[in-house]
Nanobody, 126 residues
Framework: QVRLVESGGGLVQAGGSLRLSCAASGRAFSRYTMGWFRQAPGKEREFVGQISWNGGITYYGDSVKGRFTIYRDNAENTVYLRMNSLKPEDTAVYYC???????????????????WGQGTQVTVSS
């Protein structure tokens, strides 16, 4: 089992930065592919990014490429999402997810996600 707890959300002005954290408990964190998703009111859940088990391969959704960075610290069982140049349209609840090692070798369209955190709210003001 894997439990995921997101933190770091809050209110930030457009153009600002924020770092989200996802702390994981459970065995073999270092062998899980980790992902970030978000969901805004009235919208479907959107892929933000994913990172391979060793951090060597990352993917990002088109809307965040060049602005967001996903990285992980396996020694601390934590995955991060650094968000720069935030826009009002980035406002959403952000969710951390964990999937199998196999996700590290496929594109996001093929990835499967087994565990989800409770989400953390990010609000970007104009």
């Amino acid at each position: 089992q894997v439990r995921l707890v997101e933190s770091g959300g809050g209110l930030v002005q457009a153009g600002g930065s924020l770092r989200l954290s996802c702390a994981a408990s459970g065995r073999a964190f270092s062998r899980y592919t980790m992902g970030w998703f978000r969901q805004a009111p009235g919208k479907e859940r959107e892929f933000v990014g994913q990172i391979s088990w060793n951090g060597g391969i990352t993917y990002y959704g088109d809307s965040v490429k060049g602005r967001f960075t996903i990285y992980r610290d396996n020694a601390e069982n934590t995955v991060y999402l650094r968000m720069n140049s935030l826009k009002p349209e980035d406002t959403a609840v952000y969710y951390c997810a964990a999937g199998p090692l196999a996700n590290s070798f496929v594109a996001p369209t093929e990835a499967k996600w087994d565990y989800w955190g409770q989400g953390t709210q990010v609000t970007v003001s104009s």
